[in-house]
């Protein structure tokens, strides 16, 4: 270990001790060693050094280095908080939120976060201005959030420029402006937000905000669909059965409503259960026509609860 430094460890500061853990991390200068650079920042975290604590309560979250262990990600996360460090902070406050070696509590959530969102940290504004959104560990205020999300906006936090985007949509918490949805769901969807991305392709296809164009309503459901968005996918499933910015493809359609079924996508379902009850590239099947409309019906989809009871009547009545 002490070929790093010229000192015994010991005798380090916990400066120098971080230091040398983040060069073995990196392989900077040395051979990369993640053992000895979790072993250099157990010696600096134990003389109090805060970024030294945030690695370790990361590394015994993730497993990387070490075993798993809550405890000691609560444990290293509460001394570099209690230090100031922003991210620690944010952290803490979201193991409160999600009951992550912790009880859930949300008091203690939006704490943490508006510690750590007075020192301008993007992510504990965007949790602080969800939870100001829901009302959780403080009264709902829609103003109050979206002053939060403006914050971490402006410093390119892509999810909170996503949500602006949507309260400009809705008019909550702000005037109704589309164009400026769009505005923001843009910047957002360049950075790679998939919700934006979704928002953004619908938009396009219905000419919110911004002129229609199919072809760009596409582009950004099938960059939304890339990263899971089965909302997204089931869209495109849509399209392609009406030939709305590609090609009519009913076989296409069946394909990707398929894999957004399989999610619980329940647009899709539904549009399943009609594609086997009307034999429409795929073989008719009452049955699995039944199976799609009760899981459509299941999430509340009014269209499948229909179907049910015509289907229902139908068999009363042969």
């Not at 072993?39 to 370790?56: I, R």
């Not at 444990?75 to 570099?80: E, F, G, H, I, P």
Request: charged share 20%.
């Amino acid at each position: 270990m002490t070929d790093l430094l010229s000192k015994d460890p010991n005798q380090a500061s916990p400066e120098e001790l971080f230091n040398a853990g983040k060069a073995y991390f990196l392989g900077e200068k040395v051979h990369q060693d993640l053992e000895k650079a979790l072993e250099f920042w157990h010696l600096s975290a134990d003389k109090g050094h805060p970024l030294a604590q945030l690695n370790l309560a990361l590394a015994y979250y993730t497993g990387e280095g070490v075993e798993k262990d809550l405890d000691q990600v609560v444990k290293y996360l509460r001394l570099a908080a209690e230090q100031g460090n922003a991210q620690a902070q944010s952290k803490l406050g979201q193991a409160y939120y999600n009951a992550v070696g912790l009880e859930k509590d949300f008091f203690q959530a939006t704490k943490y976060w508006r510690l750590a969102a007075d020192q301008g940290f993007s992510e504990a504004q965007l949790w602080l201005g969800q939870a100001y959104l829901n009302g959780e560990g403080v009264e709902q205020d829609i103003s109050q959030a979206v002053k939060y999300w403006k914050l971490a906006a402006d410093q390119g936090n892509p999810k909170a420029l996503c949500n602006l985007g949507q309260s400009y949509n809705s008019g909550h918490g702000v005037e109704q402006d589309l164009s400026k949805a769009v505005e923001y769901w843009r910047l957002a969807a360049d950075m790679g937000d998939s919700v934006a991305q979704f928002n953004l392709g619908t938009a396009y296809n219905f000419g919110n905000g911004v002129e229609q164009n199919f072809t760009l309503a596409i582009k950004y459901w099938l960059l939304a669909a890339a990263q899971g968005d089965f909302y997204a996918v089931c869209n495109l499933g849509n399209a392609y059965y009406f030939g709305t910015g590609v090609e009519k493809d009913p076989a296409q359609a069946i394909k990707y409503w398929s894999l957004a079924a399989y999610q619980g996508n329940a647009n899709a379902q539904f549009n399943l259960g009609l594609a086997f009850e009307n034999g429409e590239c795929v073989e008719k099947n009452l049955d699995q026509a039944l199976h799609f409309y009760q899981l459509a019906a299941k999430q509340g989809f009014p269209q499948a609860v229909e179907k049910l009871l015509e289907m229902k009547a139908q068999s009363n009545n042969p």
